[in-house]
C-alpha cells in the first residue's frame, strides 16, 4: 500500500491530533483502512462504528471459542514456549563461552600445525637416520667404547678415540649430538687422566713412570712444565702416604723409619724424574711471549722443600724427646745427607745445629733435675743421719779404673745429697758424650755453672736455716760437707768438661793456640771461684793436703747414727761397685 500522502497526513494530523500513537503511522494497515476510511461516504462513515463494533465482538466470540477448543495447545505452547526460552538461554550461555573458546582453540590449531610440521620434519629426518643407521651407531658408541678402553686400562686404544672425537669436533662442530659426543669423550679423557695420575701416586717403578708419562704427554693437556710440576706432586702425594703411615707414638721409631722411607723412596723419585726429564733440553717459550721457564728450579725447588719438610719431622721428633740415642740418630741423618749429596741435595750442614740445640736443651733439663733433686734431698737432709762408713772399719777403696778412665771421688759417698748431685749430673755427661758438638762448649758450661749456682745457694740456705741447732760435732760434719763440694765435686766436673770439650780442639775450633785459650775466659770450664763465693764464710782455713776420710772417721757418734741409703739409680754408692764402675767407664773419654 502506498504511503499517505503528505496534504492527507496533514489533513488527518489536524483531525485526529494526538489521538494514535506515532508509531501507528508506520504500519502499512493503518495507513491503508485511514486511506479507504477517508473514501467513505457520510452515511458510510455514520455506519462505520457500528460495523467496528460488531466486527470486534465477533473477532472476540471467535476468539473466545479458540480459546476454549484449543487450550490445551495454548498450555503446550506455553510450556513448549518456556523451554525453548530456557534452550535459547542455555545455547546463548553456551555460545558465549565458545566464542570466549575461540582464540586459544585457534592457537591450540595453530600450534598442532606447527607441531604436525616438525613432526613431519622429524620423520623425514628419521628416515634418513634410518637409511645413516651403521654410521651414526658407530659414532654414537664412540663414547661407550672410550669409556670402556679408560676402564680396562687400553690407553693407546682411548688416545686413538679422543683423537678421532676431536677431528669429528673439528669438522662439525655445529651438531648437538656431536657436541654431547665429545663432551662424553672428554669426561672419559678425564677419568683416564686421573687413572694415569693415581698411578703416580702409587709404588710405581721408572718402566711404569714413563709409559704414564708419555700417555700424559700424547693427551696434550699439560705444557712440560706442568707436566714435570704434576710428575713431582703425585710421587710426593705418594711419599707422603707412606710417612703419614709411620706410628708416631714413639718419637724414634717414627723418625727412623721416616729417615728409610725418605732415603729411599725419595731417592728413587730423583732418579725417575732424572731419568724421564731432561733439565738439559731448554723447555719451548711460552706461547704469549712470556719469560721462558727455568725447569732445573722446578726440580730443585721441589727437593728443597722436601728436605725441609724431613728437617721440620726431624725437629719435631728430636723436640718430643728420643732418649739417649742421638748419636744412633745422628748417624743415620748423616747417611741420609750422604746419600743425597750424589744428587746434589746434601743437607748435613743444616743437621749440625738442630742436633746441637737437642743436645743442649737436653743436657740442661737433666742438670735442672739433678738441682731440684738436690734441693729435696737437702730438704730432708740431716747431719745426726751419718754415713754408714763412718761406723766401718777399713778406709773407701776406690774401685780399679782402667787406663784413661776418669774416677770420681769416693768421699762424696759420705755425703748424700752431693752423691746422689753428681751421679745425676754424670749420667747428664754420659748423655751429652754420644752427641757433644763443641760448639755446645760455652752453653754447657754456663748451665752448669748456673746449677752449681744455685746449689751454692742451697748449702747456704742449708745453713742458715739450721746454724741456731747445730752442735759441735754437726758444726764439723757440715765443715766437711762444704769442704767436699768445693774440693772434690767442683774440680773433678771441671775435669769432666775438659774430657768433653779438649782444650786443645776447642783451640783449633777458634784458630788459637792452647796457650791463648785463657783470652776468652773460663771456655769449656766453671769458675769455681765464682761459685764458691756465697760460701767463702763457710769453707774452713785448712792446709792444702787434707784427708776428710780420716778426720771423718776420728769423729765419734752416739746411738743416733744411721746407714746412708744408696740412691737406687746412683752410679756411685758403695753397695753397687759394679755400677760404679761402669759410670767411670761411661765418663772416660779416650
Not at 317 to 336: A, T
Amino acid at each position: 500500500m502506498a504511503a499517505i500522502d503528505v496534504e492527507d497526513e496533514s489533513i488527518l494530523a489536524s483531525i485526529f491530533k494526538d489521538i494514535f500513537p506515532d508509531s501507528w503511522r508506520n504500519n502499512p494497515d493503518f495507513s491503508f483502512y485511514l486511506s479507504e476510511l477517508s473514501s467513505f461516504g457520510v452515511e458510510k462513515l455514520s455506519r462505520e462504528p457500528e460495523r467496528l463494533a460488531e466486527e470486534r465482538a465477533q473477532i472476540l466470540q471467535q476468539t473466545r471459542e479458540l480459546a476454549f477448543s484449543n487450550y490445551q495447545t495454548f498450555i503446550r505452547t506455553a510450556e513448549c514456549t518456556e523451554h525453548i526460552y530456557r534452550d535459547f538461554g542455555r545455547v546463548e550461555s553456551s555460545v558465549s563461552l565458545l566464542l570466549d573458546k575461540l582464540p586459544g582453540f585457534r592457537e591450540r590449531c595453530r600450534g598442532f600445525m606447527e607441531e604436525a610440521e616438525q613432526i613431519g620434519a622429524s620423520r623425514r629426518m628419521n628416515s634418513l637416520t634410518l637409511n645413516r643407521h651403521t654410521e651414526i651407531l658407530e659414532i654414537l658408541e664412540i663414547p661407550q667404547l672410550m669409556d670402556t678402553c679408560v676402564r680396562n686400562g687400553y690407553y693407546e686404544e682411548a688416545l686413538e678415540l679422543a683423537g678421532y672425537a676431536k677431528r669429528l669436533e673439528k669438522k662439525h662442530s655445529s651438531l648437538p649430538v656431536i657436541q654431547a659426543i665429545v663432551g662424553e669423550v672428554r669426561q672419559s679423557a678425564q677419568l683416564m687422566l686421573n687413572q694415569l695420575l693415581q698411578q703416580l701416586r702409587s709404588n710405581s717403578q721408572l718402566p711404569a713412570c714413563l709409559r704414564v708419562i708419555g700417555y700424559l704427554r700424547r693427551m696434550d693437556v699439560f705444557t712440560e712444565a706442568e707436566l714435570r710440576v704434576k710428575f713431582l706432586q703425585a710421587r710426593g702425594s705418594w711419599l707422603q702416604s707412606i710417612l703419614a703411615a709411620i706410628p708416631e707414638d714413639d718419637p724414634y721409631f717414627h723418625i727412623t723409619k721416616t729417615i728409610e722411607a725418605c732415603r729411599v723412596h725419595l731417592f728413587d723419585i730423583i732418579t725417575q724424574y732424572r731419568a724421564i726429564f731432561s733439565d738439559e733440553d731448554p723447555l719451548p717459550p711460552p706461547a704469549d711471549g712470556q719469560a721462558p721457564l727455568n725447569e732445573a728450579a722446578i726440580f730443585h725447588g721441589w727437593v728443597v722443600q722436601k728436605v725441609a719438610e724431613f728437617l721440620q719431622t726431624l725437629e719435631r721428633d728430636l723436640q718430643r724427646g728420643v732418649g739417649g740415642r742421638l748419636d744412633s740418630l745422628l748417624g743415620q741423618c748423616m747417611y741420609f745427607g750422604l746419600s743425597f749429596s750424589r744428587v746434589g741435595a746434601d743437607f748435613r750442614g743444616q743437621l749440625a745445629p738442630m742436633f746441637q740445640q737437642v743436645a743442649g736443651e737436653t743436657f740442661g733439663r737433666a742438670v735442672q733435675e739433678a738441682v731440684g733433686k738436690f734441693q729435696e734431698d737437702m730438704n730432708h737432709y740431716t747431719l745426726i743421719s751419718l754415713p754408714s762408713v763412718l761406723g766401718g772399719t777399713g778406709p773407701h777403696v776406690a774401685p780399679a779404673s782402667q787406663p784413661g778412665a776418669l774416677q770420681p771421688p769416693v768421699v762424696l759417698l759420705d755425703f748424700q745429697p752431693l752423691a746422689c748431685f753428681l751421679n745425676n749430673v754424670l749420667t747428664a755427661f754420659n748423655d751429652l758424650r754420644l752427641c757433644c758438638p763443641v760448639g755446645l762448649a760455652h752453653d754447657v758450661a754456663s748451665c752448669l755453672q748456673d746449677a752449681l749456682n744455685t746449689v751454692s745457694r742451697q748449702i747456704v740456705a742449708f745453713h742458715r736455716a739450721e746454724e741456731s741447732a747445730f752442735s759441735s760435732r754437726e758444726k764439723q760434719l757440715f765443715d766437711l760437707f762444704c769442704c767436699s763440694y768445693a774440693e772434690q765435686l767442683l774440680p773433678f766436673l771441671n775435669r769432666c768438661l775438659k774430657l768433653l770439650f779438649p782444650p786443645e780442639q776447642l783451640a783449633l775450633v777458634l784458630g788459637v793456640s792452647a796457650t791463648q785459650l785463657h783470652r776468652f775466659g773460663s771456655l769449656g770450664s766453671i769458675n769455681l771461684a765464682a761459685v764458691l763465693l756465697p760460701l767463702d764464710f763457710l769453707l774452713p782455713q785448712r792446709k792444702p793436703e787434707i784427708h776428710i776420710p780420716s778426720q771423718l772417721r776420728s769423729l765419734s757418734f752416739e746411738d743416733q747414727i744411721q746407714d746412708l741409703t744408696p740412691d737406687p739409680g746412683s752410679k756411685a754408692t758403695s753397695g753397687e761397685p759394679e755400677e760404679e764402675t761402669r759410670a767411670d767407664e761411661d765418663l772416660s773419654l779416650k
